[in-house]
């Protein structure tokens, strides 16, 4: 009897070591054979063009479009386009790949078990741009085997006879503009001349230290994030910031980036001390999801997939993390905090408004 007692104590302890050995079998998975990630990446490239296509089309007719939001303060736009582009690419993958599952921006919520392969999709990451009729904007498809990214292909409008470039990639396969290769910038550190992508407000969620300074470099906004992780793959761009990117955002470029030789990093926030959040830890991006658990993931916890990245060549971004710290949510407050104790007065905003309207003007004019 001690020893049938002794046994059913032990159960528990036992499924326990067996999930865990279970997710960790699931964070390294035996990917696809190269002949089906071929497969794969030639089907993303196809579509991703005609969808591509399907996009530019309704550019050149933008004030035709029908414009919906998705939040009350009508601050995230969607249309007919975005629509019309994932359909395609939906019905596309489905017909040619029937067992794997599909992830969209526009998707409604879904409980579902993921398949091990599932594609993921931004039909028009800069809707904004492409409402105001800025052709900056980009058609993400990516594709994750149990959260690792395999696979992708975006198209970006480009000065190109087809009016644009798809830019893509396979784990081990290289990435490439079109037929053309294509590899990150090289330099052991960021150069204050050169380009790179940043978000707004950047001062208030990080700090620089003195070896930055001067070398941060010339700062651009483009309003898509998988343009601008593009960019990085590129080499248009020495390295990117994204603070808070989606899945849908992000599994194109990614994949483009480490195939073009750079790295990606992956910001983690830890609690300390009385519940306050600590600075971010960067480490290696492996898999969106490392504890993918095969049979029992859902398309919805997939979904809700949103952390910070930082894309580039990994000697520049070992450079730039030793010499960057983010602000905590609680300093970013008391920055606020006292920045907004010491504004001043409208009468002197109102006496100071001239001077700074003359400075800009001579800036321009020189």
Same mark, same amino acid.
């Not at 000065?159 to 910038?185: E, M, N, Q, W, Y």
């Not at 991006?285 to 997939?305: A, D, N, V, Y």
């Given at each position: ?11 528990? /302890? ?32 196809? /579509? ?50 029937? +067992? ?90 960021? %150069? ?53 990117? *989606? ?55 997939? &979904? ?6 930082? *894309?580039? +060549? ?12 983010? &602000? ?22 109102? %006496? ?15």
């Amino acid at each position: 009897m001690r020893k049938l007692a002794f046994l059913a104590a032990l159960l528990p /302890i036992l499924r326990f070591f067996v999930e865990k050995a279970k997710e960790q079998l699931g964070s390294s998975p035996a990917l696809p054979d190269n002949a089906a990630l071929v497969e794969i990446e030639n089907h993303a490239v196809e /579509i991703a063009r005609a969808a591509g296509a399907i996009l530019a089309r309704n550019f050149s007719n933008v004030a035709s479009l029908n414009v919906e939001y998705k939040d009350d303060k009508e601050s995230d736009p969607v249309t007919n386009a975005d629509r019309e582009a994932q359909d395609y690419l939906k019905g596309e993958i489905t017909r040619r790949f029937p +067992n794997h599952g599909i992830l969209g921006e526009e998707d409604e919520e879904d409980e579902s078990i993921a398949p091990d392969i599932v594609w993921v999709l931004d039909p028009l990451d800069g809707t904004k741009n492409f409402l105001s009729g800025l052709p900056l904007y980009a058609c993400s498809v990516g594709v994750i085997f149990r959260g690792v990214p395999v696979a992708s292909a975006v198209f970006l409008p480009w000065p190109k006879d087809s009016g644009g470039i798809v830019l893509h990639a396979r784990k081990g396969g290289g990435a490439f503009a079109d037929t053309d290769p294509i590899h990150v910038i090289r330099d052991a550190e960021p %150069k204050g001349n050169r380009l790179v992508t940043l978000p707004g407000g950047i001062g208030g969620m990080f700090r620089f230290n003195k070896p930055m300074h001067g070398k941060v470099g010339e700062v651009r906004m483009t309003g898509s994030i998988a343009y601008e992780l593009s960019m990085v793959a590129k080499g248009v761009t020495q390295y990117t910031i994204t603070t808070a990117p *989606l899945l849908w955002d992000a599994a194109g470029g990614v994949m483009l980036v480490l195939e073009a030789g750079g790295q990606v990093l992956v910001g983690d926030r830890r609690t300390g001390v009385f519940g306050l959040t600590n600075a971010l830890r960067w480490t290696p991006l492996k898999s969106f999801f490392p504890s993918w658990r095969s049979g029992r993931t859902t398309m919805s916890e997939i &979904r809700k997939w949103r952390k910070p990245l930082l *894309l580039g +060549n990994a000697v520049l971004l070992n450079f730039v993390t030793s010499n960057i710290n983010s &602000r905590t949510p609680v300093r970013r407050k008391a920055i606020r905090w006292v920045k907004s104790a010491v504004k001043p007065t409208k009468k002197a905003k109102k %006496k100071e408004e001239p001077d700074i309207r003359n400075k800009d003007h001579a800036a321009h004019a020189s």
